[in-house]
């Protein structure tokens, strides 16, 4: 095909599809690529792999026999691959995640000849490249309109924080058969719908991303902030009725999760199977998250600290770089950075992939980049501080990160 007629082609794709699918292909392929020279060099190194990872090499290889494929599985993707095979028609037994994820992947695993594993990994990249339409979309809306001053939607913007968002350091996983990418994809999804004022999409996109996560349900509380605002702030009862009328959608996003305490309930006799289930398999129990934050900031284990101080840098970012309508979004990091925490110690081991759904950080630097000096500096940073966890994941201390 001659350069005219991949322009003309180019040319027919929407706006801002061509921008997002450059992302997500160059993104798979860099990986790809990185991934696979980290493991075969990784190979060569006496007593690799690491001990505690030996059973999940040797579940990465019954997924695929290549690495291209394989790498992006680990540890929690092996048991929603268990999840998306149970049978339906038998007792239920496993309550300690969310279900959304894995009964996606059933579909999808029909036309894929049954395989569980490979429906997992198709769910959770066709989420990251919507999760990448819908960024476009919020930032260019949030980073560009300026009402007051005539000023519409940003394009470049939009761009600067999709680029932002797959340069945050533990982005990679995005593209792993997890639920990182699905929670944001949601996520994104019902702030531009709610920012557009389309609230019965709010609830019912907020429905879905209350069954994708424990903390999913809270995020009703930056939603109606998103209302509030949008009412000007008011809280007079003719104002609030107005807001009732409008945001009644809203009652859609708790009831995800009592749709799942539904499920459990009726395959366990117990509402709170979840619950249990946690407590049991992990040892998480609800507890005060700054108490838990205290103490791996002031404990022996290092790497414990540096995950919370890392904790919050986001929430310092946030607060610096978020501007007075944009509390929604602060409220929003908040929830996604403090409900994990107070799962107790056992969060230590996966606080950096749960930080990842903290998206207004990618916001505030994709604001802050608005200078062209900035922003290569910024963007070669977090590529490499990305590229250097990307390895470490893969290769060696895997449970740094998950």
């Known amino acids: 095909m001659g350069r005219r007629a991949w322009s003309r082609l180019a040319d027919r794709v929407p706006e801002p599809w061509g921008f997002v699918l450059a992302v997500f292909v160059g993104t798979k392929l860099v990986l790809s690529l990185v991934g696979v020279l980290a493991l075969s060099a990784w190979d060569q190194v006496p007593g690799a792999p690491p001990a505690d990872d030996a059973m999940m090499r040797t579940q990465q290889h019954a997924v695929s026999s290549h690495r291209w494929v394989s790498l992006w599985f680990a540890w929690d993707s092996f048991l929603y691959d268990h999840l ?6 038998q007792p239920w037994r496993d309550f300690g995640f969310p279900l959304l994820y894995p009964f996606l992947a059933r579909p999808v695993a029909l036309l894929l000849g049954g395989h569980t594993a490979w429906a997992l990994l198709v769910v959770a990249n066709v989420a990251f490249l919507f999760q990448l339409y819908y960024a476009h979309r919020l930032g ?26 797959v340069l945050l350091p533990t982005a990679f ?27 019965l999409l709010v609830g019912i996109v907020g429905y879905f991303l209350a069954l994708s996560r424990s903390v999913g349900f809270v995020v009703v509380v930056p939603l109606a902030l998103v209302l509030l605002r949008q009412h000007g702030w008011r809280l007079d009862p003719r104002t609030l009725l107005r807001c009732v009328r409008t945001g009644w959608p809203l009652l859609l996003v708790p009831a995800g999760w009592w749709t799942f305490m539904a499920f459990c309930r009726w395959r366990s006799g117990d509402w709170y199977a979840y619950k249990h ?17 205290w103490g791996a900031l002031t404990g022996p284990n290092s790497a414990n600290a540096l995950r919370v101080w890392c904790a919050v840098a986001v929430l310092l970012v946030a607060l610096v770089g978020l501007r007075r309508a944009e509390l929604p979004y602060l409220v929003y990091t908040v929830i996604v ?16 992939r749960y930080l990842l759904a903290a998206f207004p950080v990618g916001l505030v630097l994709a604001r802050w980049a608005g200078r062209a000096a900035l922003d290569s ?19 060696y201390w895997t449970h740094f990160i998950i």
């Open 84 to 89: 998306a095979r149970l049978p339906l028609d």
């Open 140 to 165: 260019a809306r949030l980073l560009g309109a300026d009402p007051a001053a005539g000023q519409g939607d940003d394009p470049v913007a939009g761009r600067r924080f999709v680029r932002y968002l």
């Open 173 to 199: 996983l995005f593209q792993a058969a997890l639920t990182e990418s699905l929670f944001l994809c949601l996520a994104l999804a019902a702030f531009w719908y709610a920012e557009q004022r389309r609230w």
């Open 277 to 293: 289930a946690q407590e049991k398999g992990w040892g998480i129990t609800v507890q005060n998250p700054l108490g838990v934050a």
């Open 337 to 352: 950075v403090l409900v994990p925490l107070s799962m107790g110690p056992p969060v230590h081991k996966s606080l950096l």
């Open 377 to 395: 500096w910024l963007t070669a940073g977090l590529a490499l501080l990305q590229g250097a966890l990307f390895v470490v994941w893969l290769t």
